[in-house]
Every structure is written in C-alpha cells, then in structure tokens.
C-alpha cells in the first residue's frame, strides 16, 4: 500500500510588542520616565553588592546591554538582568574575607589590607589592591581621593610595573577574585557613564560588606526544616540592626578621620577610636549602645571643630 504524503498547515499567532524596556546607560529614556539616574545607578550597585557580599553568587558579564530599566515597579523603575548563561558561586571563606578587605580598605587599615592580600595570594602586590578599588594609595589618609603628590608617586610607581608584573598577579589571584574585578569594573563604568558619584558605590559596597561578614551562607535545604522560618526571621533582624551599627561605626570612624586628621586634636580622635573598637569588640552591648550615642552628641551640629 502506497504511502500518501500529507501536508500540514501550522498556523502560529504572532503577536507584536512594543519594548519597554532600554538599556541602563540610556540617559535619555531615564530623562522621558522621570526616574532619576542616581536611583538606578544605586539599585544596580546595591543588586550586586547584595549578590558579592552576602549570597556569594554573582551575574558575570553586568555589561548595559544585559541590565535593562524598566518602568514599571514601585520606585517607578526596575531592573531586568539577561544572559544568566554565566553565574559564579564564590568560595564561602573567600566571601568573607573579601568582606573583611573592603572594610580594611574603607578604613585604610593598610595591615589588615596587606594581610589579607597575602590570603588572596597578591603577595608584593597587596599594596595595590586599595588603588584597584578605591582609588585610593594604601598610604592615603581618610579622604574621597589621593593627594597630588600621591598621584604623582602613584603614577612613578605604576610606570616601573612591567606586563610581567601584572601576568603575574592576575595569575596569583584566585578565579573568585579576578571574577569580581570584572564585575566591578562593568559597574564602575555604568556609573561612570550615569554621570553618578562614586561615593554611591563605596558606600553601598561597605554597607553590605559589613552585613555580608555578619551573615552566614544560607544552606537551601536547612531553610526547607519546618520551624526554621521564624528563625532565620528573627537572626536576620538581628544581624540587620548589629550590621547598622557597625556600618554606622565605620561612617563615622572615616569622618572622623578626614576632618581631624591634620589637627591637634588627632591624637584625642584616635583614642576615642581605640576605645569604642573595644566596645565593638567585647561582649559589652548596651555599653556599645551607650557610647555610639555619647559619639552622636561629641559630633553635634554646633561643636567646635
């Protein structure tokens, strides 16, 4: 018996969309939905140092072309990432420490900075990683930027560095590290772009580096245990209020120290600085609470400076 070709009609409902959604660095599309750049530029920064430094799972290539704005969502925008294809789970430990450096690089704590290079495994090259991250010298003072006569020595510096130098420090660096370069490189040059200060990012940055250091990884399946939801309702509440402290802590430590740090009253500044280090240090809570209000009044609007 002969077979009988049959033909068969598909007939697909095509259905025609207008795009409303446009590139993050779209300036002009911000402008025509009246959302403010500085909002999104902060929504951004705030969406992977969340991913960075407290899930330790971040978006690989953040590039304008993969992070779209929305306008719809209740600040009167949204973001919409693309190409999931390249995710990156970073190492629990490295995780914290990464926590740990970028305090240490607020703070400019240059001991801890060059102690935790060594972990990194950047060796020599330790003293450089506040220049890649802040723009700052590891021998700046407390202050937004570097000094001229920083520049210039900076710059001395760099010009003796040979591309075998910097082979050999990408080499040295673990695949997490060189992965959150790329990252924050795409986003400093998103913000960059957005015309946005970069005091966003540092900032953003140390808050949840801060929280981030505080928050354990959360196991999948230890969340799925009956009666653990209040738990972790309950811990994260907790960790939230201790983790403001602290970031409030080091707000203030770096004020502190960009205003008095060329005045007679360093020395005074400093041993307070000691004092309530303790404090965070110890078991002493409530004496934390007392003297971060008695610092509050020390800075009062009308103080003498």
């Given at each position: 018996?002969?077979?009988?070709?049959?033909?068969?009609?598909?007939?697909?409902?095509?259905?025609?969309?207008?795009?409303?959604?446009?590139?993050?660095?779209?300036?002009?599309?911000?402008?025509?939905?009246?959302?403010?750049?500085?909002?999104?530029?902060?929504?951004?920064?705030e969406l992977f140092a969340?991913?960075?430094?407290?899930?330790?799972?971040?978006?690989?290539?953040?590039?304008?072309?993969?992070?779209?704005?929305?306008?719809?969502?209740?600040?009167?925008?949204?973001?919409?990432?693309?190409?999931?294809?390249?995710?990156?789970?970073?190492?629990?430990?490295?995780?914290?420490?990464?926590?740990?450096?970028?305090?240490?690089?607020?703070?400019?704590?240059?001991?801890?900075?060059?102690?935790?290079?060594?972990?990194?495994?950047?060796?020599?090259?330790?003293?450089?990683?506040?220049?890649?991250?802040t723009g700052t010298t590891?021998?700046?003072?407390?202050?937004?930027?570097?000094?001229?006569?920083?520049?210039?020595?900076?710059?001395?510096?760099?010009?003796?560095?040979?591309?075998?130098?910097?082979?050999?420090?990408?080499?040295?660096?673990?695949?997490?590290?060189?992965?959150?370069?790329?990252?924050?490189?795409?986003?400093?040059?998103?913000?960059?772009?957005?015309?946005?200060?970069?005091?966003?990012?540092?900032?953003?940055?140390?808050?949840?580096?801060?929280?981030?250091?505080?928050?354990?990884?959360?196991?999948?399946?230890?969340?799925?245990?009956?009666?653990?939801?209040?738990?972790?309702?309950?811990?994260?509440?907790?960790?939230?209020?201790i983790s403001t402290l602290?970031?409030?802590?080091?707000?203030?430590?770096?004020?502190?120290?960009?205003?008095?740090?060329?005045?007679?009253?360093?020395?005074?500044?400093?041993?307070?600085?000691?004092?309530?280090?303790?404090?965070?240090?110890?078991?002493?809570?409530?004496?934390?609470?007392?003297?971060?209000?008695?610092?509050?009044?020390?800075?009062?609007?009308?103080?003498?400076?």
């Amino acid at each position: 018996m002969k077979e009988e070709d049959v033909n068969i009609e598909i007939w697909i409902n095509f259905i025609d969309m207008m795009l409303t959604k446009f590139q993050i660095d779209d300036l002009d599309f911000l402008n025509e939905i009246g959302v403010d750049p500085e909002k999104v530029a902060k929504s951004l920064v705030e969406l992977f140092a969340e991913m960075i430094f407290v899930h330790g799972y971040i978006h690989g290539d953040p590039h304008p072309g993969n992070v779209l704005v929305s306008p719809e969502g209740h600040n009167g925008f949204s973001l919409v990432l693309l190409d999931h294809a390249v995710y990156r789970e970073l190492d629990e430990e490295f995780r914290k420490d990464f926590c740990q450096l970028w305090e240490a690089l607020i703070l400019k704590d240059s001991k801890k900075t060059m102690w935790l290079g060594e972990r990194f495994g950047a060796g020599k090259y330790s003293r450089y990683l506040p220049i890649i991250f802040t723009g700052t010298t590891i021998e700046s003072k407390y202050s937004s930027g570097m000094s001229i006569k920083e520049k210039s020595t900076m710059k001395h510096e760099l010009k003796s560095l040979l591309f075998e130098d910097l082979f050999s420090f990408m080499e040295s660096m673990p695949p997490d590290f060189i992965a959150i370069l790329h990252v924050d490189a795409l986003l400093r040059s998103v913000i960059r772009k957005m015309d946005v200060s970069r005091l966003i990012r540092l900032l953003t940055y140390t808050k949840y580096a801060v929280y981030g250091r505080l928050c354990p990884k959360l196991d999948g399946e230890l969340c799925k245990m009956p009666g653990t939801n209040v738990y972790f309702a309950v811990t994260a509440v907790f960790l939230s209020f201790i983790s403001t402290l602290r970031y409030f802590h080091i707000l203030i430590k770096v004020l502190i120290g960009a205003i008095f740090d060329s005045t007679p009253w360093r020395q005074k500044v400093k041993n307070l600085q000691n004092y309530l280090n303790c404090k965070i240090g110890s078991s002493d809570f409530c004496g934390l609470l007392v003297h971060c209000v008695f610092l509050l009044f020390c800075m009062r609007p009308n103080a003498s400076v």
